[in-house]
């Protein structure tokens, strides 16, 4: 008889109140680790030259519901140009969106050549936060989940389609189920830092949440790469989310 996986103990409350905790958590159970990391890491060389083509067809996709394509009305961060009034007036090719693609194209690349540690972890929270209705920020952005929901799925199938089509990976299928298996994991890392802003779970207990309790009890050598992100993060704010990362 096989020997039984030893039952690892979860403090419920502090998966509401210690990000880095629920980060280390939902990648324990999705099983992100230093293996995908390297994936990563090992797919960056192939992955950075696809950006302004990810960054461009994130922004179609968005502009072909008029209830995602609507947000892009209000006044993105840091951008002082020119905005359309209407949805038939804007366009892709609008300053702001090219603005917005800028910030996302830089952000994506962030993804598979940073430093995984600690400040990391607490951006891609944040660019969960950003995106929400919660009280603690300053934009006025609200994107509502299921239109979040629906692009991290959208992006999961078109980088998955993608990436599998690279020569270089199609010649190293071990290599290529890697890389598609880490970045996987971490569409769905990433998209618990946006869920945890818009379900109620543990809402008596996120209250509690301060900057100490963020980052107590985790060193940068702990944690894997969180990256959420090849994503969706993309839906909208992240010019403000960039500026963040990047101090």
């Not at 210690?18 to 890491?41: C, H, N, P, W």
């Not at 947000?71 to 609008?94: C, P, Q, S, W, Y």
């Not at 869920?195 to 949440?209: F, H, I, P, Q, T």
């Amino acid at each position: 008889m096989a020997p039984r996986t030893p039952i690892k103990n979860v403090d419920r409350d502090r998966l509401y109140t210690d990000i880095m905790y629920r980060y280390q958590y939902v990648s324990d159970f999705v099983g992100f680790d230093e293996t995908d990391i390297k994936a990563l890491k090992d797919a960056a060389p192939l992955i950075a030259p696809l950006v302004p083509v990810i960054a461009d067809a994130v922004y179609d996709r968005l502009f072909s519901f008029d209830i995602t394509k609507q947000v892009f009305l209000e006044r993105g961060a840091g951008f002082h140009g020119h905005i359309a009034k209407n949805l038939a007036e804007m366009t892709t090719e609008d300053e702001q969106i090219k603005h917005r693609k800028n910030f996302l194209s830089k952000y994506l690349v962030k993804l598979v050549t940073a430093e995984y540690d600690a400040k990391f972890v607490k951006y891609l929270d944040y660019v969960g936060k950003i995106h929400t209705n919660t009280p603690d920020k300053k934009s006025t952005i609200n994107v509502e989940y299921v239109h979040v929901n629906a692009l991290f799925g959208w992006l999961h199938g078109f980088l998955a389609e993608t990436l599998n089509g690279l020569p270089e990976l199609q010649a190293n299928p071990a290599a290529r189920g890697k890389a598609l298996a880490a970045l996987s994991k971490l569409l769905w890392i990433q998209n618990d830092f946006f869920a945890m802003y818009y379900v109620n779970d543990g809402s008596e207990l996120m209250g509690k949440k301060t900057k100490s309790s963020m980052l107590s009890g985790v060193s940068n050598s702990s944690l894997a790469v969180v990256g959420g992100a090849m994503v969706s993060v993309f839906a909208v704010g992240i010019a403000a989310g960039m500026r963040y990362a990047m101090k």
